[in-house]
């Protein structure tokens, strides 16, 4: 009984993530969700509260993934500056393997009916850009990366060039290989960042 409740909710969160993939946060309502699994309203709720739940739970699938990766490269002895190479990178790479989590990403913005799910979205935006910056000031501090420039201000810089690009490759409808020009951004970012006193 207990693993057919998990494999309801399991399959609740697939069709949420997909309606939220394909067009938006909008069009998820629990009605939609009933209709894309065949299964009638009252189902529905007999396994979440309500559609702040469910929303809740696709935040949660959507994320574990990336903070696992997250910390597995912020806990190498690497290079700070090949960290956020990794960082930068690996973003590129999972968003090509689930274009899907693109859409996601933006609909993260819009979670704003709930105060706890909306705390949930800030709080996972500001981890990742706290993520980044201890990255960026690590990186200064060893002489990697500019030391004359705010560590924000690089973090624009970086993220702002990643999210430029992610929206070009949306636009044009995926037709380029995103993880290619990923690579190719970061070596343009990176001349630019990069420490070249001596």
């Known amino acids: 009984m207990r693993r057919d409740h998990a494999h309801r909710q399991r399959e609740i969160v697939a069709a949420a993530t997909k309606v939220i993939s394909k067009e938006g946060l909008r069009a998820l309502t629990v009605k939609r969700l ?7 309203d009252a189902a529905i709720y007999r396994h979440f509260k309500n559609k702040e739940e469910v929303l809740a739970a696709v935040l949660a699938e959507f994320s574990a993934p990336m903070r696992e ?3 597995t490269i912020l806990a190498s002895d690497r290079p700070n500056m090949e960290k956020m190479e990794m960082l930068f990178t690996e973003k590129c790479l999972r968003l090509s393997r689930r274009p899907e989590h693109a859409l996601i990403m933006r ?3 819009e979670f704003r009916g709930d105060r706890r799910l909306n705390k949930r979205a800030t709080d ?4 990742y850009r706290d993520e980044v910056l201890s990255v960026i000031r690590a990186a200064q501090e060893r002489g990697e990366m500019k030391r004359d420039t705010a560590p924000e201000h690089l973090y624009y810089l970086i993220i702002g060039g990643l999210h430029a690009l992610v929206q070009q490759w949306e636009a044009s409808r995926r037709s380029f290989d995103l993880r290619a020009e990923g690579t190719n951004l970061w070596r343009a970012l990176s001349g630019l960042i990069r420490d070249r006193q001596p």
């Open 34 to 40: 009933a209709g894309e699994i065949g299964v009638t």
């Open 69 to 71: 990766v997250h910390a």
């Open 107 to 109: 609909s993260i913005a």
């Open 124 to 127: 996972m935006l500001s981890a």
